[in-house]
């Protein structure tokens, strides 16, 4: 715990002198020295005021241990509680210094990139919000229409923005310095069908070696060809061989609810969830729940979210954060 150092950055990073800040405190700049060089700490007392004036809590005043500042930010990420931007400032700060010290330093890199898609998504999600009000202002405007479409992933018409050629060229790069990147594969295989480059995907499933995807991977192609209804008996085959392979089952569910399949895609979803390893993801009940409110089923959309609720608390110790949240919100959406 070395509240002098944090105070220190603190004031750096507003670009205060150590005077400026003893004014705003009402305590002297000698004060201000002697917490910095850690001679002497703040009263309890002050403690409060200083966090005000920075922004931040009373605890993120406190230095933590590198690990438990990687915990904090892990935890916040995965609860998908809300972020303060003070949190988020704090964050990024932390593990762009991490990424300084050692520029090989796996976990500082991988949490940022976490951190950044978390902000990120939330952003969008205000940008969302922001965008429907402001077409309700003014009905049918091109900017606010295309705003809203982008940040909620909507339908994108230039083929030089839609396609997925960068992300593609990436992970072949990966793959080309290390050929036995399996999961690496199957991203590279999803965005090649979502292509249309289907040679390239039959090429890399034809090289092998098998994978548990790929008796799926070899259907949705033929889909992708033919469509749907023409390769529906081939997916019934795949649920009936592979009864024991949740992510094949998942999968095959996605397809049906993509094609509107909507009462098989559930019986199909339950399926996978009755089979998954624990502590399961909601993903399947997830799927079914909405599949329920399209159908106009709010009854079983209702208890399907009730238990998601019940998942996370039982297989995950979650009772709070932005996900309970937002389940939560569901549901009383509908009941209103």
Avoid at 211 to 231: D, H, N, S, T
Wanted: a negative charge; hydrophobic letters at 35%.
């Amino acid at each position: 715990m070395n509240i002098g150092n944090k105070i220190k950055q603190l004031r750096t990073h507003k670009a205060l002198s150590q005077s400026e800040l003893a004014e705003v405190l009402h305590v002297t700049p000698q004060a201000i020295s002697k917490w910095e060089s850690n001679t002497s700490q703040p009263d309890i007392q002050q403690l409060p005021a200083i966090a005000s004036h920075f922004g931040i809590t009373i605890d993120e005043l406190f230095e933590y241990p590198v690990d438990l500042e990687y915990e904090r930010i892990d935890r916040m990420i995965e609860n998908e509680t809300v972020m303060t931007f003070e949190f988020f400032q704090h964050s990024e700060e932390f593990l762009a210094n991490e990424i300084r010290q050692d520029p090989r330093n796996y976990r500082a890199h991988s949490t940022l990139a976490d951190l950044y898609h978390y902000q990120a998504c939330k952003l969008n999600e205000k940008a969302i919000h922001y965008a429907i009000e402001a077409l309700r202002l003014n009905p049918d405007n091109k900017n606010d229409l295309c705003t809203l479409s982008n940040a909620s992933h909507g339908h994108i018409s230039d083929w030089n923005i839609s396609n997925h050629s960068k992300l593609i060229q990436e992970l072949q790069t990966m793959l080309k310095a290390d050929p036995t990147l399996q999961r690496t594969k199957l991203f590279l295989l999803d965005n090649l069908i979502e292509d249309h480059r289907f040679a390239e995907a039959i090429k890399i499933l034809e090289e092998g070696p098998d994978q548990e995807l790929y008796p799926f991977y070899y259907v949705w192609i033929e889909e992708r060809k033919v469509g749907f209804e023409a390769v529906k008996a081939k997916y019934i085959e795949l649920v009936e061989k592979y009864t024991d392979s949740w992510k094949i089952l998942m999968s095959v569910a996605n397809r049906y609810a993509s094609n509107h399949a909507y009462l098989e895609a559930i019986e199909i979803y339950e399926k996978a969830h009755e089979i998954a390893p624990r502590p399961r993801y909601i993903d399947p009940l997830s799927c079914i729940a909405y599949l329920y409110k399209n159908l106009g089923n709010t009854e079983m959309a209702i208890k399907t979210w009730e238990r998601e609720l019940v998942l996370l608390k039982e297989e995950w110790n979650m009772t709070k954060g932005e996900l309970v949240s937002e389940i939560k919100g569901n549901i009383e959406r509908i009941d209103k």
